[in-house]
């Protein structure tokens, strides 16, 4: 969805944003949302990585046993 915004797009949605909450708060809003980005992707990864460690410690059966 966000690919098919171009520079005029991207250029347009700044102005709104400065418009809609001015400049003092503007760099507060960019700042929580890195913030928020950062923190999503924390979990994603630590996410990814319990799963790919629950399938290398698969049961092993013992010998014997099927």
């Not at 520079?7 to 949605?13: C, D, H, K, N, R």
């Not at 949302?33 to 049961?59: A, C, I, N, V, Y």
């Amino acid at each position: 969805m966000l690919s098919n915004i171009g520079p005029a797009g991207l250029i347009l949605i700044i102005i709104i944003a400065l418009i809609v909450f001015g400049p003092k708060k503007l760099p507060e809003i960019g700042r929580a949302f890195g913030q928020t980005l950062k923190e999503f992707k924390k979990s994603t990864r630590e996410l990814t990585l319990d799963d790919d460690h629950d399938h290398d410690q698969k049961p092993k059966l013992l010998k014997g046993s099927k």
